[in-house]
């Protein structure tokens, strides 16, 4: 299992930047696949970055050029830098770890909001 805690939404104005972090309680070394999603009212969940163990990474159209996902082994946080941000990109933000076993293991943190004021 793997615990997760994310940090740093906060509410900014369009064309600002935040940071966002995700503290994992294991090695990210451990973990198949990091990634963040976020999910607007009345929208479903979708993948925003993710990162994998060999540090492939996978961005949605949408935030491509803008938001850069990374990660701190020594500290086992992942990081996604949101720059030029727009007021489509609230949402709330929810870091997650996918485990292989057979089966894909999903594990998801509390969630943080972003706010973009236009």
């Known amino acids: 299992q793997v615990q997760l805690v994310e940090s740093g939404g906060d509410l900014v104005q369009a064309g600002g930047s935040l940071r966002l972090s995700c503290a994992a309680s294991?090695?990210?070394?451990?973990?198949?696949?990091m990634g963040w999603y976020r999910q607007a009212p009345g929208k479903q969940r979708e993948l925003v970055a993710s990162i994998s163990i060999s540090g492939s990474t996978n961005y949605a159209d949408s935030v491509k050029g803008r938001f850069t996902i990374s990660r701190d082994s020594a500290k086992n946080t992942v990081y996604l830098q949101m720059n030029s941000l727009k007021p489509d990109d609230t949402a709330v933000y929810y870091c997650n770890a996918r485990l292989w076993g057979g089966v894909a293991n999903d594990y998801w943190g509390q969630g943080t909001q972003v706010t973009v004021s236009s």
């Open positions: 294991r090695s990210i070394f451990s973990i198949n696949t």
